[in-house]
């Protein structure tokens, strides 16, 4: 991976990969019977295997499916995340308006048919008030910006039947599948108060992950900077209405199966829950 500053120092030239319609068509085909024949890997000469030819895939494989874009999620935003992979810093991917669920007054379900492998990440999204174009961007920038801040969780989930590298994650626009929203969308506070919030994840009435708003970028409001700034580099707008999920604030994503009940919870801004099961009426 490219330095964070190295990065935003310049744009990416259109058409760097040979066998991105190849790729993308795959990942295409993937999503449309998801999860029914998942891939193992993106075969040679498919495979990226540079960041940038990751996000043209993931570009192409977005074009091809015709689906709106609901918003952007942010990963590997923490230091365990970044570790794990050895990377330098974050990456981004799209998801798709279908995959946003609002929770409901009374019983949010997520349908398991939906998904191969999901995982649960307890995170903070801000839903974008004033178009974002490409530029060079700030907190101060883009604090005008939002104009609502929605505990949320990201259901995590991959076209691949097999652990992958990051840059074949990237192309399948960051292991997107779904994001969960809190019906109480709030005015944004403090950057210190973002900071401070305490979050844990809970699964099947299990603590599965305890983390502070810090733990994304320093603070999530940094993880929405990045990304504009990131997007800048593709020359992409983040437009009025979407939504981004900005990291998981846990050190780690955590597994769930078929009848759990997932939570998250965030001091001063409430919760949000899913119950992962079929129901007739719902989800």
Known sequence: FILVGKMAARHVSKGIFPHTQQAAKLLADCRKVHPKEPLAKIPNPFNPTTTEAGYEIAAATTKLLKLPVGGYKCAATNDTAMKNLKISEPFFGRVFERDIYVEQKSVTYISPKKFLTPKAEPELSFRIGKDIEPGTHTRASILPMIQSVIPSIEIIDSRFSKVVGVYQAIADNANSGALVLSSKEQPVPSA????????????????????????????????????????????????????????????????????????????????????????????
């Open 192 to 283: 210190e108060k973002l900071a401070d919030m305490e979050v844990r994840l809970i699964v099947d009435r299990e603590v599965m992950g305890e983390g502070l708003g810090s733990n994304v970028l320093g603070n999530p409001i940094d993880s929405l900077v990045w990304l504009a700034n990131a997007l800048a580099r593709y020359n992409i707008t983040l437009r009025r209405g979407q939504v981004v999920c900005t990291g998981c604030i846990t050190p780690g994503p955590a597994p769930f199966a078929a009848g759990d009940i997932v939570r998250a919870e965030f001091s001063h801004f409430g919760s949000v829950q899913f119950f992962y099961k079929d129901q007739e009426r719902g989800y």
